[in-house]
């Protein structure tokens, strides 16, 4: 005992009762019924900080808060009564002023007459005890706010949780999974199999012992059906739980898909709907969403996008680029990005544009409209009309309507010439027997033959091709002819006619004939070209191998036919020679060659060393039979015709 005792009476066995105080790790305080401390210990100096010498003597209010005095008041009144109080928690001030957490355990003191003279406080300091008991209480309370926050998030998102254990047949649920399957808390859960769907029963078994026999996730959306016969679509999922001593547990949620499902449904039929009204519409449609990507092409849209793979989901500016130049593609997107942004449709009556990746010209007319999506947010839908064939027949009337007026004219003129040509004729005829140079009737004879030309366009002009009986042709003569005229022609002179002849004889008109060929003749002398090879074979229909006739070959080597001049080439009134042609050359030999039941054909290069255009003509006729050559032929040797020297 550090103080000297004061308390009267004390017994015999102080010294051992003294050792057991200063010895403990509490602190021992006596007080007089007035407050006064008169007694402390070493545990008292380690737990409050006061000495001995400091603190015997002074009132026990300098270890006690100013706010708990009264609590001091009332612990002071109770002893005096002669009461125990036993681990009074309260809170104590150190001499640094800390503040800490003891339990007091505070007896009356009594003397020999059994009068309470003084008061005995033992104070243990519980202040670690205290912060762990804090810590757990807010452990406890984050864990039943977080119970809680789990608890509404399951209920917003109509999630149920439960646990099962195979093996000791036990399931809890969650209050939400009772609302789920629409049975009340006596329901007991091990009977939940009866709530699913017939036709998904096995499967949910299946699956669900599949996930425990590979320890894996399980996962799977089946049907129920609640006790009042609704039936509802749910998706489990759950982990399966190993490796303690109770065995596998499945720890997982149930929730309820229903709304999800029906809202796919709904959307799968609008979208079925949808793409029929698409798929029926009788002109080229095609949708592109709000992520600029292609979501559907009807059918009759389909073929205008060619060969392009997987067309569905493809970036649409990537596909057009792909189908028409740089220019025009760049406009097209423009336009599909401002119907996008701003919802103004836009309309084309007609657009002619040549096709990148098919290199030919077509026709559109085509409009843009914005539309809501199936999937929400908005799209663009194109509809689009191929005109070409509109287009083509309203040229080929006009181009009808400008022949029908060429030919009044054309048969007024040849009324009006007729009669000179047939006074050249016979004068002609009358110098034939004339005293004449060898060259000078070859001449003659070329004159004649071309002025017969002449006299049967006006014939057919007047008469509008009122055609005499077929004769036999002998194509390989025929031609011999027209290319002998056109060499003695000076603008042809420097021109190297090159002919390779297997002589065939044909029934026709060789008026008709002559002109078809002396046409393709001269466009190719007049391309600019060096050389003009013409080759003459039997051969077969392009379109019906059945069918026999005989193929005429010409070459040129020229300047060739640009390639946006080839497919009006053999059109009525269409020239590439400027002020310098009709434009009804190649269609009259169109219109005579089909007469014949063939095909003019046509290919053309415009640069590299194979410059040049080549005109496949084929001709079927009834009769088709070879010809010898004989010797008395005047134009035998025109077999290979070569540039004079």
Not at 18 to 25: G, L
Not at 228 to 239: I, K, L, Q, Y
Not at 312 to 339: N, Q
Request: proline fraction near 5%; charged fraction near 30%; include cysteine.
């Amino acid at each position: 005992m550090l103080g000297p005792p004061t308390l009267p009476n004390l017994d015999e066995d102080k010294g051992r009762l003294a050792a057991i105080v200063e010895s403990t790790e509490d602190a021992i305080i006596s007080k007089d019924l007035n407050g006064t401390i008169l007694t402390w210990n070493r545990g008292a100096e380690r737990l409050f900080g006061y000495t001995a010498g400091q603190a015997i003597g002074r009132p026990i209010y300098i270890i006690i808060p100013a706010d708990l005095h009264d609590q001091e008041d009332m612990i002071l009144a109770q002893v005096k009564q002669g009461h125990t109080l036993q681990q009074f928690e309260t809170i104590r001030r150190r001499q640094n002023g800390d503040l800490i957490d003891v339990s007091l355990t505070i007896s009356p003191i009594r003397d020999s007459n059994g009068a309470i003279i003084a008061a005995c406080k033992i104070a243990r300091d519980i202040s670690a005890r205290k912060r762990a008991e804090e810590a757990e209480t807010w452990a406890l309370e984050a864990l039943r706010l977080e119970q809680e926050r789990l608890c509404r998030a399951l209920q917003a998102g109509r999630m149920g949780a439960y646990e099962w254990n195979p093996v000791h047949r036990i399931v809890w649920w969650s209050p939400e999974m009772y609302s789920i399957f629409g049975v009340d808390h006596r329901f007991d859960p091990l009977d939940a199999e009866q709530l699913i769907h017939p036709d998904d029963r096995q499967a949910v078994s299946d699956g669900m012992s599949q996930a425990i026999a590979q320890q894996k996730t399980w996962f799977q959306e089946y049907r129920i059906v609640r006790p009042d016969g609704e039936v509802r679509w749910v998706a489990a999922r759950a982990e399966a739980k190993f490796g303690d001593s109770i065995g596998p547990r499945f720890c997982g949620i149930v929730t309820d898909i229903t709304d999800r499902k029906r809202a796919a449904e709904q959307l799968r039929l609008r979208t079925a709907r949808f793409e029929a009204l698409l798929n029926a519409a009788p002109v080229g449609l095609y949708l592109v969403d709000g992520n600029f990507r292609i979501r559907h092409v009807n059918p009759v849209a389909r073929p205008v996008f060619g060969e392009i793979p997987d067309l569905i989901g493809r970036d649409f500016a990537e596909v057009i680029h792909t189908l028409w130049p740089k220019v025009y593609a760049e406009e097209v997107i423009e336009r599909f990005r401002h119907t996008l942004e701003t919802g103004e449709p836009y309309i084309v009556p007609e657009r002619i544009e040549e096709r990148r990746d098919r290199g030919v010209r077509e026709i559109y007319e085509w409009q843009i409209h914005r539309i809501p999506s199936p999937e929400g947010g908005y799209g663009v839908v194109c509809y689009f009309r191929d005109i070409s064939d509109q287009v083509k027949t309203r040229e080929t009337l006009r181009a009808s309507e400008k022949l029908a007026a060429a030919g009044h004219m054309a048969s007024s003129i040849a009324h009006e010439i007729n009669n000179p040509l047939n006074a050249v004729v016979n004068l002609l005829y009358l110098l034939g027997d004339e005293p004449i140079s060898p060259s000078g009737r070859k001449y003659l004879e070329a004159a004649n033959a071309e002025l017969r030309r002449v006299v049967h366009i006006s014939k057919q002009a007047l008469s509008f091709y009122r055609h005499t009986n077929l004769e036999p042709v002998n194509i390989c003569e025929m031609l011999g002819q027209l290319i002998e005229s056109m060499r003695i022609n000076p603008r042809y002179r420097d021109i190297d006619f090159r002919f390779r002849c297997a002589q065939c004889v044909v029934q026709g008109r060789r008026e008709e004939l002559e002109q078809l060929f002396a046409n393709l003749f001269t466009n190719a002398a007049e391309a600019d070209s060096r050389v003009i090879t013409v080759r003459i074979s039997p051969g077969q229909s392009p379109i019906d191998p059945a069918r026999r006739g005989v193929r005429v070959t010409i070459v040129d080597d020229g300047k060739g036919i640009p390639r946006r001049d080839r497919e009006h080439l053999f059109d009525a009134f269409y020239t590439t020679k400027e002020d310098k042609g009709t434009g009804l050359g190649l269609w009259i030999c169109k219109l005579i060659a089909m007469k014949y039941e063939g095909r003019i054909a046509m290919r053309s290069r415009t640069e590299g060393d194979r410059r040049g255009t080549v005109f496949s003509v084929f001709l079927s006729t009834v009769a088709l039979q070879a010809v010898s050559a004989k010797p008395s032929e005047p134009y035998s040797p025109l077999r290979t015709l070569s540039r004079r020297a």
